[in-house]
C-alpha cells in the first residue's frame, strides 16, 4: 500500500480546509487509516483514524468537534474535513494505513506512510 495525501494549503484562522488521502498501490479498504502531523521542532502526533468499514472514529482533544474523518470505500479514499482551523493546526499531515482493520493513537500500529500534505494556518 502507498498512500499519498493532498489538498493542503494556507487558510485563515477560523476557515476551513480538505485534505484527502488516496492509495496508489493496493487498495486499503480492510485497513483503518490514521491522519498525523508533525509541526516544525515536534514529534508527529496523532489526529484521527478511522476503522475500515468507517463505523469506528477517534480523534485527539485538540481537535475533537472542529475536525471530521470519513472513508469513502468505492473510492479508496480518507479525508480529513478541518474546520475552525487555528494558527496551532499549522503542520505537515500525514496519512497512514494501520496493521489491522481498527486503528489507534500510536505511530507504530501504522506502515505505509504517505507523503504529508502542508496545512499553514494564519493568524
Known amino acids: 500500500v502507498q498512500l499519498q495525501a493532498s489538498g493542503g494549503g494556507l487558510v485563515q484562522a477560523g476557515g476551513s480546509l480538505k485534505i484527502s488521502c488516496a492509495s496508489s498501490?493496493?487498495?486499503?479498504?480492510?485497513?483503518?487509516v490514521g491522519w498525523f502531523r508533525q509541526a516544525p521542532g515536534k514529534e508527529r502526533e496523532f489526529v484521527a483514524t478511522?476503522?475500515?468499514?468507517?463505523?469506528?472514529?477517534d480523534y485527539a482533544d485538540s481537535v475533537k468537534g472542529r475536525f471530521t474523518i470519513s472513508r469513502d470505500r468505492t473510492k479508496n479514499t480518507v479525508s480529513l474535513q478541518m474546520n475552525s482551523l487555528k494558527p496551532e493546526d499549522t503542520a505537515v499531515y500525514y496519512c497512514?494505513?494501520?496493521?489491522?482493520?481498527?486503528?489507534?493513537?500510536?505511530?507504530?500500529?501504522?506502515?505505509?506512510w504517505g507523503q504529508g500534505t502542508q496545512v499553514t494556518v494564519s493568524s
Open positions: 497512514a494505513a494501520a496493521r489491522s482493520s481498527y486503528g489507534s493513537r500510536g505511530l507504530n500500529d501504522y506502515t505505509a
Open positions: 498501490g493496493r487498495p486499503f479498504s480492510n485497513n483503518a
Open positions: 478511522i476503522s475500515w468499514s468507517g463505523g469506528v472514529t
